[in-house]
Every structure is written in structure tokens, then in C-alpha cells.
């Protein structure tokens, strides 16, 4: 074999090895396939997984509201806090609720009013321990809301014997009702009961209890006693005494 065809033939070489080593448009499509298919099969378990971080991130919001609750209750004699009460801002028309108590009391002491953490004129919680994770951006509400059987019947701690089968605080939603009623700070067991927002995994919401611990409700388990009159019927609107 002569220079000139080992030197042919050496090229020749060359270039077989080298279109052996590029991928084939069927096995490029076959990846793409297989790629594909992990895709879909992870992505529920990543929007699982990011659902059920909300979820517990809402229940911590309401275990440290129950600790700002827990501590209004040692500073006022075991009262529970007004359903609303005029702004402390001099010349103010507002009316602060629950949560502006909280946030002035606990949160930002010294600060005027409840305003500071929320979003202008609308009930929207700007921030913080009042904000759900899970509640959706546009909706112009309070995101949780008081039982107002607290403050309508039992006003004090110390008429409360089952603190553990308790409500004291919910998930809500004020638009999910045509009756708003008391501007989303609170939750009544027969004028807005189904403002009880199910937003949570599985349509279910988070409770807080009197107690402190908290509990994740199935949609179709939460006692709704919409238009019925006060119920004696024990639930965790009222476990009664």
C-alpha cells in the first residue's frame, strides 16, 4: 500500500469515527421523549411539594397569631379583643380591627394605626403573619378572620372550659360571601359562615384553636350553620360549656 492510500484511507477513518460519535435524529427525539416524560412526572411532585410548603407556612402564621392572642389575653384580663374599635390616629374616622390591635400591640409597637400593614384602602394584608401564602394575590380581603362567638357569648377566657375543641381563628375569605358583614375581621356562625376559605390542599383550611394548636380541615367536614338560628348543638363554633 502506498503513502497516498494509507493517507486516504487514514482520512477516511477520521471522518467514520466522527459521524459515529453525533447523535442520530431518532435518538435525539428519544431523549427529548424520555426528558419529556420525567418532566410530567415531576412537576405535580414539585406543585405538591410547593402547595404543602403554603400550607405550613399558613398554619405557623396562625400558631404566632395564637401567640399574639395568647399574649392580648394576659394583658387584658383574658378579654378577648373588640370586634372593632375607633383608630387612635387623632382625627381619624378608622375603625382598627383584631388585627390592627395585634400589629399595634405586638408587631409595631407605638405605630398609629393597623394601616401600616395593610395595602391602601383595601382589606388586603400587605405582609407578614396576617398574609396566607396560599390566598390568591387579587383578592381584596382579610385573609383570616375571629370567631365572633367568642366576643358575642363568652367575652372571657375564663367562661371557656374546652379551649381544644375551640375555633378561634380561620382562614376566610370575605369576597366568597354576599354578606361581608363585619369587613372581614370576623366570622360568624350563622351571617358568614361559608366565608371559611377551603384553599388549602385537598380543599380544606386551617383552624386555630383556643388552645394554640392549630388543625387542617376537609371542605366537607367544616359545620356551616348558614341561616339557621344559634345552634345548641356542640361544634367548633361553640363546643359549649
Known sequence: MNRKSRKTESRSDRMEKLR???????????????IAILASLLLPALRSARNK????NCASNLKQIGTYLTLYLNDFEGFFPPATQRSPI?????????????????????????????????????????????????????????????????????????????????????SRASDNWDGGSWIHTICNPERIDPRHSGMSANLLYVDGHTANLKHTTIQYEKNRRYSSKSSF???KI
Not at 27 to 33: F, G, H
Open 20 to 34: 459515529s460519535s453525533y447523535f442520530t435524529l431518532i435518538e435525539l427525539l428519544v431523549v427529548i421523549a424520555i
Open 53 to 56: 410548603a403554603r400550607d405550613i
Open 90 to 174: 387623632p382625627g381619624s374616622r378608622d375603625w382598627d380591627g383584631w388585627q390592627d390591635l395585634l400589629y399595634r400591640q405586638y408587631i409595631k409597637p407605638g405605630s398609629g394605626s393597623g394601616g401600616y400593614s395593610w395595602d391602601g384602602v383595601y382589606n388586603r394584608p400587605r405582609r407578614g403573619v396576617f398574609t396566607c401564602p396560599a390566598q390568591e394575590s387579587n383578592s381584596e380581603t382579610k385573609h383570616y378572620a375571629l370567631n365572633y362567638t367568642l366576643n358575642r357569648t363568652y367575652l372571657n377566657l375564663s367562661k371557656i372550659t374546652r379551649a381544644s375543641a375551640f375555633m378561634m381563628c380561620v382562614d376566610q375569605d370575605a
Open 237 to 239: 363554633w361553640d363546643p
